[in-house]
């Protein structure tokens, strides 16, 4: 069943896309491997907060240079991704640590009652590093967003300053914000419906969910995620309009200089 889906959706990327579809094919495969690269390396027994991070910045290239092209838009972008990717390694490091969501939860200890407890793994570090993958697409597809729209409003608008190209990147962050949100919400919703539904056939109340390791840990990731892709809103709105004026300005210089010296070159 696996084979027969990648085979349509190989198809119609082919289709749709053509060579980007095909790009995306390529980058979605190869992000998977790194994932599982992480899985190999974790269990080595290393910590896996620096390979995640590390592997996290590779998808990110991949994702961002090989899809949409080496330009400024796309460096404006991965330096936003970055910058996100290591403040929350600190963010997530703290809370994690102090919910306590690490290990296995009632629910599943019946589903794995044959298997040994001792696996030999920083399970706190390793539930921190589930929350730093969990951040990556979103952040992406929201830095990019805003990165593409303002060098297209530079081209557009050359004289704007950087302070009303950065106006403009949180403009475009408030219309995206609202459907991050909705996305956020309803890919909690649709992973946990049946976890949901436990709670309702045995009687949980509300305290019990509130305090239940499970839906605590995915609260506390859908929350962070949430964070994130509001905080890569003035970030990627900064640096962007930061690299979008720089450019025109060594561009202005470039063009000037050359322009004084097509005179004493016709004499």
């Known amino acids: 069943m696996i084979a027969a889906l990648s085979i349509i959706l190989f198809i119609l990327l082919i289709i749709i896309g053509g060579k980007r579809g095909l790009k995306t094919f390529i980058t979605l495969y190869v992000n998977l491997f790194l994932v599982l690269t992480i899985i190999v390396i974790v269990g080595w027994g290393f910590n896996p907060i620096i390979p995640t991070i590390v592997i996290c910045m590779l998808i990110s290239l991949i994702i961002l240079f090989l899809l949409n092209g080496f330009n400024k838009k796309t460096i404006a972008s991965f330096i936003s991704v970055s910058i996100i990717l290591i403040l929350f390694a600190f963010i997530t490091f703290i809370v994690g640590n102090n919910a306590y969501?690490?290990?296995?939860?009632?629910?599943?200890?019946?589903?794995?009652?044959?298997?040994?407890?001792?696996?030999?793994?920083?399970?706190?570090?390793?539930?921190?590093?589930?929350?730093?993958i969990g951040l990556i697409g979103?952040?992406?597809?929201?830095?990019?967003?805003?990165?593409?729209?303002?060098?297209?409003?530079?081209?557009?608008?050359?004289?704007?300053?950087?302070?009303?190209?950065?106006?403009?990147?949180?403009?475009?962050?408030?219309?995206?914000?609202?459907?991050?949100?909705?996305?956020?919400?309803?890919?909690?919703?649709?992973?946990?419906?049946?976890?949901?539904?436990?709670?309702?056939?045995?009687k949980y109340d509300i305290l019990t969910i509130l305090n239940n390791k499970v839906f605590v840990s995915e609260?506390?990731?859908?929350?962070?995620?949430?964070?994130?892709?509001?905080?890569?809103?003035?970030?990627?709105?900064?640096?962007?309009?930061?690299?979008c004026t720089?450019?025109?300005?060594?561009?202005?210089?470039?063009?000037?200089?050359?322009?004084?010296?097509?005179?004493?070159?016709?004499r």
Not at 159 to 180: A, P
Not at 247 to 257: P, T, W
Request: aromatic share 10%; net charge neutral; glycine share 6%.
């Open 138 to 202: 979103n952040i992406i597809d929201t830095s990019i967003a805003i990165s593409s729209a303002l060098f297209e409003v530079k081209e557009n608008n050359p004289k704007l300053k950087q302070s009303e190209l950065f106006t403009s990147g949180m403009n475009i962050g408030k219309d995206i914000l609202g459907t991050t949100t909705n996305t956020l919400f309803f890919a909690f919703l649709g992973s946990y419906m049946t976890l949901l539904i436990f709670y309702q056939d045995h």
């Open 101 to 132: 969501i690490q290990g296995y939860s009632e629910e599943t200890v019946e589903s794995i009652s044959y298997v040994t407890y001792n696996v030999g793994l920083d399970l706190i570090s390793l539930s921190n590093c589930v929350i730093i």
């Open 246 to 266: 720089k450019g025109i300005k060594n561009n202005e210089k470039i063009k000037n200089s050359i322009w004084k010296q097509k005179p004493n070159s016709s």
């Open 219 to 243: 609260i506390i990731r859908i929350m962070l995620s949430g964070i994130a892709s509001f905080l890569i809103i003035p970030i990627s709105s900064y640096i962007t309009s930061l690299i």
